[in-house]
C-alpha cells in the first residue's frame, strides 16, 4: 500500500478561489511535510506538521492533520497565477526520517 | 539563508558509463539523503546516510549505487554502470533531525 496519496491527482480553478489537496497516509508518522514543485524543478518546502498538532498556518496556507484518519489537508487561500505547480506531501515515519512522498496534485490557477 | 546544492543541474551520459552526482548539505546537518524522480511520477526515497555510513536503503538502491561522504562537505552519489531506467531527477536533501527536510535543485539525469 502507499503513503501520502493525494487527492485530487488534478485541480484547476480561478484566481482568488481556495485550492484544497487532501493527502492520506497508512503508517504512524513523527511528521508530515508538504511541498511544492514547478513544472520539471525542484521541491520547495511549504509548511511542517507535527503528529501531536491539528493545524498549522503559513501565509496563504493552512495545514490541518487528523491522525485518527491518518489524512492531512492543505488550503490555499486567495489563489494566484504563480500558485499553479504540482503539491506533494511527504510523510516522515520516523527512524531514518526518510520522506514517502504522494503522487502529487496538479494545481491550475487560471488568470 | 543556507541551501542544499547540487552539481550538475543537468547530465548526459551514454548506458553502462559511470555517473557521479554531487550535492552539498547544509553544513550543520547531520542526516542526508537521495531521492529520485522519474519524470510524471513520485519522488521515491533510495538511501539515507548518518553518522558516515547508510542508515536505510530502498530497493531501488542495488549495488549499481553508492554513495560517499568524501570530505565532510560533499555528498555524492554514484551509479557505476548506467541503464535507461536510470534517468531522472536525482534530489540531494539534508536535515538536522526530525525537521524539515530541505532539497536541492536536482540534478537531471539522461541516459541514452
Known amino acids: 500500500s502507499q503513503q501520502g496519496e493525494e487527492d485530487p491527482q488534478a485541480l484547476s480553478i480561478q484566481e482568488g478561489e481556495n485550492a484544497t489537496m487532501n493527502c492520506s497516509y497508512k503508517t504512524s508518522i513523527n511528521n508530515l511535510q508538504w511541498y511544492r514543485q514547478n513544472s520539471g524543478r525542484g521541491l520547495v518546502h511549504l509548511i511542517l506538521i507535527r503528529s501531536n498538532e491539528r493545524e498549522k498556518h503559513s501565509g496563504r496556507l493552512r495545514v490541518t492533520l487528523d491522525t485518527s484518519k491518518k489524512s492531512s489537508s492543505l488550503l490555499i487561500t486567495a489563489s494566484r497565477a504563480a500558485d499553479t505547480a504540482s503539491y506533494f506531501c511527504?510523510?516522515?515515519?520516523?527512524?531514518?526520517?526518510?520522506?514517502?512522498f504522494g503522487k502529487g496534485t496538479k494545481l491550475t490557477v487560471n488568470p | 539563508e543556507p541551501e542544499v546544492t547540487q552539481t550538475p543541474s543537468h547530465q548526459v551520459t551514454q548506458m553502462g558509463q559511470e555517473v557521479i552526482l554531487r550535492c552539498v548539505p547544509i553544513s550543520n546537518h547531520l542526516y542526508f539523503y537521495w531521492y529520485r524522480q522519474i519524470l510524471g511520477q513520485k519522488v521515491e526515497f533510495l538511501v539515507s546516510f548518518y553518522n558516515n555510513e547508510i542508515s536505510e536503503k530502498s530497493e531501488i538502491f542495488d549495488d549499481q549505487f553508492s554513495v560517499e561522504r568524501p570530505d565532510g562537505s560533499n555528498f555524492t552519489l554514484k551509479i557505476r554502470s548506467t541503464k535507461l531506467e536510470d534517468s531522472a531527477m536525482y534530489f540531494c536533501?539534508?536535515?538536522?533531525?526530525?525537521?524539515?527536510?530541505?532539497f536541492g535543485p536536482g540534478t537531471r539525469l539522461l541516459v541514452l
Open positions: 511527504a510523510a516522515d515515519q520516523g527512524g531514518s526520517e526518510k520522506l514517502v
Open positions: 536533501a539534508s536535515i538536522l533531525s526530525q525537521e524539515t527536510q530541505y
